[in-house]
């Protein structure tokens, strides 16, 4: 079904934006390393498009977007074992700051190609983002999240639990790359891998046995019944291993 599902929505940014003007329709993260958690994992794309498609915001135009968003919207996202299909649409030539490329071995081109000002960037740089990322952005997001939790109802605990999810997942990642030789590697494996690897770096602490039962209760609560309860027990979990983190990114 995967396969049915990339190539509709291939089909769907070359009608909406024309042939000519998509450079390249890439897919990473876990659909294409491994290491999704059915009914949790996104599954992630990377659209590049001519200039020509975005207006004098750097934004794709509202029109473009009710007619992609019409052709994805009904695919059979959930059936396939994704909480929803998530893509970024990019002019090469205007990347965002943070920008440090796909690491190879972590995407597949589904159309077109990787454009050459998206490959990826140097270890030096992509080890310079993850201290950051440690030192000063965790801390901020983090308290961000913990600050919106406090009149979060039981409807809004799936997003907000998936949103804690992904630093979860950049934070088990930078903990391990930011001084590594082989950090654009790194970014190639699937999180459990990660995860693993995390583990034999700090095996006495509590972070990574944190971060491993964050992702067991994501196993269990994108079942088939979603457990309120557990989403709070979970998102607890996910803070304290974040807040571990957090310290460990200060004595670097």
């Given at each position: 079904?995967?396969?049915?599902?990339?190539?509709?929505?291939?089909?769907?940014?070359?009608?909406?934006?024309?042939?000519?003007?998509?450079?390249?329709?890439?897919?990473?993260?876990?659909?294409?390393?491994?290491?999704?958690?059915?009914?949790?994992?996104?599954?992630?794309?990377?659209?590049?498009?001519?200039?020509?498609?975005?207006?004098e915001r750097g934004q794709v135009p509202d029109e473009e977007i009710f007619a992609?968003?019409?052709?994805?919207?009904?695919?059979?996202?959930?059936?396939?074992?994704?909480?929803?299909?998530?893509?970024?649409?990019?002019?090469?030539?205007?990347?965002?700051?943070?920008?440090?490329?796909?690491?190879?071995?972590?995407?597949?081109?589904?159309?077109?190609r990787l454009p050459d000002e998206a490959k990826p960037t140097t270890t030096e740089?992509?080890?310079?983002?993850?201290?950051?990322?440690?030192?000063?952005?965790?801390?901020?997001?983090?308290?961000?999240?913990?600050?919106?939790?406090?009149?979060?109802?039981?409807?809004?605990?799936?997003?907000?639990?998936?949103?804690?999810?992904?630093?979860?997942?950049?934070?088990?990642?930078?903990?391990?790359?930011?001084?590594?030789?082989?950090?654009?590697?790194?970014?190639?494996?699937?999180?459990?891998?990660?995860?693993?690897?995390?583990?034999?770096?700090?095996?006495?602490?509590?972070?990574?046995?944190?971060?491993?039962?964050?992702?067991?209760?994501?196993?269990?609560?994108?079942?088939?019944?979603?457990?309120?309860?557990?989403?709070?027990?979970?998102?607890?979990?996910?803070?304290?291993?974040?807040?571990?983190?957090?310290?460990?990114?200060?004595?670097?």
């Amino acid at each position: 079904m995967i396969v049915d599902l990339t190539l509709a929505f291939v089909r769907a940014c070359l009608d909406v934006f024309g042939e000519e003007r998509v450079e390249g329709v890439i897919l990473h993260g876990s659909a294409h390393k491994g290491g999704g958690i059915p009914g949790y994992s996104d599954i992630d794309f990377m659209v590049f498009l001519a200039p020509s498609c975005f207006n004098e915001r750097g934004q794709v135009p509202d029109e473009e977007i009710f007619a992609f968003q019409e052709r994805i919207g009904p695919l059979p996202w959930r059936e396939a074992g994704f909480f929803h299909p998530q893509a970024y649409f990019y002019d090469a030539l205007r990347l965002p700051e943070w920008w440090t490329g796909p690491s190879p071995g972590s995407y597949r081109v589904l159309h077109g190609r990787l454009p050459d000002e998206a490959k990826p960037t140097t270890t030096e740089r992509l080890r310079a983002l993850e201290t950051r990322f440690l030192r000063e952005d965790l801390s901020r997001h983090l308290d961000a999240m913990v600050r919106n939790f406090i009149d979060a109802d039981d409807a809004s605990q799936p997003r907000r639990v998936r949103l804690l999810g992904t630093d979860v997942t950049r934070a088990v990642f930078a903990l391990i790359s930011y001084d590594a030789d082989d950090a654009l590697a790194i970014w190639a494996l699937p999180k459990f891998d990660a995860l693993a690897r995390l583990e034999e770096r700090f095996p006495e602490a509590d972070g990574p046995t944190l971060a491993r039962r964050f992702y067991d209760q994501m196993a269990q609560l994108y079942g088939e019944t979603f457990d309120a309860e557990l989403a709070r027990d979970a998102f607890r979990t996910g803070v304290a291993f974040l807040r571990w983190a957090e310290q460990v990114g200060r004595g670097l």
